[in-house]
């Protein structure tokens, strides 16, 4: 599976984006679809999860009611919605999926996600 991000660019604190993820396949047999971030000189980090079979999302503290994970199976892509962004949510955005992962605890585990993005870059100017 093959994952391509879009939609990073700069925008100014307060501003929004909406990061985008497409599979290279059909991704009804992925399990989970989970966005990690990883600012300069910061381990990475997961931000949100989604599970495919249930629909249940979950979030950090730090985004909660601020983003919003989302999936389009038909168009094999998931999506994240940034809104009130601020200069700390600056970061590269990851896109990650596996099978068999779940979300919940394995959010910040990222070993244990088996397909990776190449990322896309998020800068909140101040």
């Known amino acids: 599976v093959q994952l391509v991000e879009s939609g990073g660019g700069l925008v100014q604190a307060g501003g929004s984006l909406r990061l985008s993820c497409r599979a290279s396949?059909?991704?009804?047999?992925?399990?989970?679809i989970a966005w990690f971030r990883q600012a300069p000189g910061k381990q990475r980090e997961g931000v949100s999860c989604?599970?495919?079979?249930?629909?249940?999302?979950y979030y950090i503290n730090s985004v909660e009611g601020r983003f919003a994970i989302s999936t389009d199976l038909h168009e094999q892509t998931a999506y994240l919605q940034m809104d009130s962004l601020s200069p700390e949510d600056t970061a590269v955005y990851y896109c990650?999926?596996?099978?068999?992962?779940?979300?919940?605890?394995?959010?910040?585990?990222?070993?244990?996600?088996?397909?990776w993005g190449q990322g896309t870059p998020v800068t909140v100017s101040s």
């Open positions: 990650s999926a596996d099978r068999e992962t779940s979300c919940g605890g394995a959010i910040q585990v990222p070993e244990l996600w088996a397909y």
């Open positions: 396949e059909l991704a009804f047999d992925l399990r989970a």
């Open positions: 989604i599970n495919n079979v249930d629909g249940n999302t």
